[in-house]
């Protein structure tokens, strides 16, 4: 989920006395989120995305989760910091594919420097720049699966030249560790299975990112365009592929997506389109498997007071040889209410598709009400 911190801070200030250490802000925070899931249909047998279950129960209450957040900041420096740590069913993570092998995952961890007045670097784990991200992620970033929320480990720079807005990045793997797959938010589309161990995942990836906003009155909109390329590495048994003198990587796999993107901001209204090329060769045993779809993504939502009502709907179609599956499709509806400490989502996904772990579509009913609620102190 996308929060801003909300709630209790701490602010420490270090004695100028200390000529090694600036004066520095900190803030510490929490919080906690819940969902209520009632799948109403769903071509799934598994106790999680089962109907008749569902049916007979009258849905589940899970996904539980809490959340640490720490952001460090000179007051009279250049350095700061920001971390997510995340504990729980709820957190996105899967102890198969993660670096920890338990329910909780560094989210977020990066260190970043002003460089001058228009340009910054981060060093961890950041977000990647490319496109824009749907509301809530209880339904799922739908068809955008992979390139929704992602966050990778790398080195990322951001700024402004003339009137452009923009992102260079170099992601050296996509989670922790020599394996991990799980980049908490990517719902398993890098190769990660639920409660299957991975068998490929992202390396040395470069990305691009160029926007430009128009203003006025208020209201704004954005165009941009995102580019990312990059390998895909066969980590089944790696470990059993080292001797005493050399080790194959197997890094023979490739990966690539561009997307074209518009934000806008009317008022109480806003709007985001965008259309997403994806190609991959993925590594499997030797066997190259070329995967290739276009993904469509748009948004619209409305603000009230302390409402907030959207429509996130996206669409696939594959191009890939051995792929059959018509056009799919994920609409999401939903309202959130802004209550002071948090937040309460209520959405509905409707859909008869989603992407797979080689990042293509497959065709499949699942529809379900959520009930989300968080609060942050």
């Known amino acids: 989920m996308k929060k801003k911190l909300i709630g209790a801070a701490v602010t ?83 102890p198969v594919n993660n670096s920890t092998g338990d329910r909780f995952a560094i989210h977020k961890l990066w ?38 929320d992602q966050m990778d480990v790398g080195a990322k720079f951001t700024g402004q030249m003339s009137d452009l807005d923009i992102s260079i990045a170099y992601f050296h793997q996509d989670d922790w560790g020599e394996t991990s797959t799980d980049t908490v938010d990517d719902n398993g589309h890098w190769g990660s299975f639920k409660g299957i161990p991975a068998t490929y995942r992202k390396i040395k990836t470069g990305v691009a990112d160029v926007s430009y906003t128009f203003e006025q009155e208020g209201n704004s ?25 050399t080790c194959s990587t197997n890094d023979d796999g490739s990966h690539s997506a561009f997307a074209a993107y518009f ?42 007071g302390n409402w ?25 509806p939903g309202v959130r209410y802004d209550y002071g400490p948090g937040w309460v989502y209520v959405e509905y996904l409707n859909s008869n598709g989603d992407i797979d ?5 497959y065709e499949s009913d699942f529809d379900a009400m959520y009930v989300t609620m968080d609060y942050y102190f």
């Open 12 to 94: 420490a200030a270090i004695s100028a006395t200390a000529p090694s250490l600036a004066v520095a802000t900190t803030n510490i925070s929490a919080g906690v989120w819940a969902t209520y899931r009632h799948v109403t249909n769903s071509d799934f047998s598994s106790l999680k995305f089962n109907e008749n279950l569902d049916n007979e129960t009258g849905g589940d209450i899970g996904e539980e989760t809490f959340i640490l957040y720490g952001d460090h900041t000179q007051d009279d420096g250049p350095w700061r910091l920001s971390t997510e740590v995340r504990f729980g069913p709820g957190s996105f993570t899967d």
């Open 111 to 148: 260190v970043g420097r002003d460089l001058n007045e228009n340009w910054d670097v981060k060093i961890g784990k950041s977000q990647v720049p490319f496109g824009w991200k749907t509301v809530n992620f209880w339904p799922g970033d739908m068809l955008q699966g992979g390139y929704g």
């Open 221 to 245: 909109s954005t165009f941009g365009l995102s580019a990312q390329t990059g390998i895909l590495q066969d980590i089944e048994d790696l470990g059993n592929k080292c001797d005493t003198t």
């Open 263 to 304: 934000e806008g901001s009317y008022g109480s209204i806003t709007t985001k389109a965008e259309v997403i090329r994806v190609k991959r060769d993925i590594p499997d045993a030797g066997v190259q498997a070329d995967i290739e779809n276009t993904r469509y993504a748009v948004q619209g939502g409305y603000t009230s």
């Open 308 to 332: 907030f009502a959207y429509l996130d709907a996206t669409a696939a179609t594959t191009d890939t040889d051995t792929n059959k599956a018509d056009t799919v499709y994920g609409i999401s």
């Open 357 to 361: 772990g080689n990042g293509d579509i």
